[in-house]
């Protein structure tokens, strides 16, 4: 079974600082998605990451991909009050569901 | 996605009752997706399409059956509802492209007293 973990769930951080979140999968899979969540709200796509080394950048958020580690990161460089946010990654479950597995997500909060 | 739009976007019903949540999607996807979040659950897959009147269930699908009679449209309707199914519900359609990228519905949040 398929199983994505998340850390931290919780993430205060200062704006201006860099900090990175971490996306462990316990099988192999071929592609991981990186989904951004306000509260109330949908969740919107931020990468979608397809092979070993991938490595995605928009503003201030990078994402990269090792498939031998089963590991993505998403990295936020100087970070500002508008990234607030809750921040999923989803491991495609492979077979012929084509269903995406939820990490718990983190929630990150950036104080002035 | 602009294209996908949920309805109710907001229920609240009776223990017992039977609901029925509605995504419409108008990009043509075959394969459609339910998920219902829940705090510190993420999100969870209910039940999947791929294609009209084709269907499977999901890691959670007790207490949930769907139909897509339509490209469409693709219904999740609750038998009979309980109060452990109050939660947020999200359609998502997969599109066609290599990255395989599923583009999420607006939400109905639904409440079972």
């Known amino acids: 079974e398929l199983k994505v973990e998340q850390n931290p769930l919780f993430l205060s951080m200062q704006e201006g600082k860099n900090y990175t979140i971490y996306c462990n999968y316990s099988?192999?899979?071929?592609?991981l998605y990186w989904y951004r969540q306000d509260p109330g709200k949908s969740l919107e796509s931020l990468f979608v990451?397809?092979?070993?080394?991938a490595v995605k950048q928009e503003g201030r958020l990078m994402a990269s991909l090792d498939t031998k580690a089963r590991l993505s990161t998403l990295h936020i460089t100087a970070a500002v009050h508008d990234l607030s946010a809750t921040y999923f990654c989803?491991?495609?479950?492979?077979?012929?569901?084509?269903?995406?597995?939820f990490g718990k997500g983190t929630k990150l909060s950036v104080k002035p | 996605d602009a294209g996908i739009t949920q309805s109710p976007r907001h229920k609240v019903t009776e223990t017992g009752t039977p609901v029925t949540l509605r995504c419409h999607q108008t990009?043509?996807?075959?394969?459609m997706y339910w998920y219902r979040q829940d705090p510190g659950h993420g999100l969870r897959l209910i039940h999947y399409?791929?294609?009209?009147?084709?269907?499977d269930k999901g890691e959670v699908s007790d207490g949930y059956s769907v139909s897509r009679s339509k490209t469409e449209d693709f219904l999740l309707t609750l038998e009979s509802a309980t109060s452990s199914q109050t939660s947020v519900y999200f359609c998502?359609?997969?599109?066609?492209?290599?990255?395989?990228?599923?583009?999420f519905g607006p939400g109905t949040r639904l409440t079972v007293t």
């Open positions: 099988t192999t899979s071929d592609r």
């Open positions: 989803a491991v495609d479950g492979g077979g012929s569901q084509g269903n995406l597995i």
């Open positions: 990451l397809l092979s070993n080394g």
């Open positions: 990009e043509n996807h075959r394969y």
């Open positions: 998502a359609p997969q599109g066609r492209e290599v990255q395989y990228e599923q583009y």
């Open positions: 399409s791929y294609g009209v009147k084709d269907t």
